[in-house]
């Protein structure tokens, strides 16, 4: 194989800096450019924050996290949570075998 540099790597910074701006201004002419919203950036915000998270754990991260929502979603009060858990055998009460 030859050492030799092919594509963009042959060429000088400036001229990769050219390309892709002048790439980057067709695609948001075009309307293909990604465009950040609050969703979306809340959504990477968490996913960087999960990755951070696994690094610092290592071996104790999850392998595969669930997914991010923006939608806010209420559940029980703590105090309801204690009164479902009093008198269950398996100790969740999200497994249906209680009321």
Known sequence: MSDKKRGFAAL???TVQ????AGGK?????GKAH???SSSARIAGA???????????????PKSPAPVSDKVV????AEEDLENL???SCGSSACGSHG
């Open 26 to 30: 067709k695609a948001h002419a075009i």
């Open 18 to 21: 050219r390309h892709a701006s």
């Open 86 to 88: 009093e008198g269950s």
């Open 47 to 61: 996913k960087g924050g999960r990755a951070s998270a696994a690094r610092k754990v290592g071996a104790h991260a």
């Open 12 to 14: 000088d910074k400036k």
């Open 35 to 37: 465009t950040w919203d």
């Open 74 to 77: 209420a559940g029980p009060s």
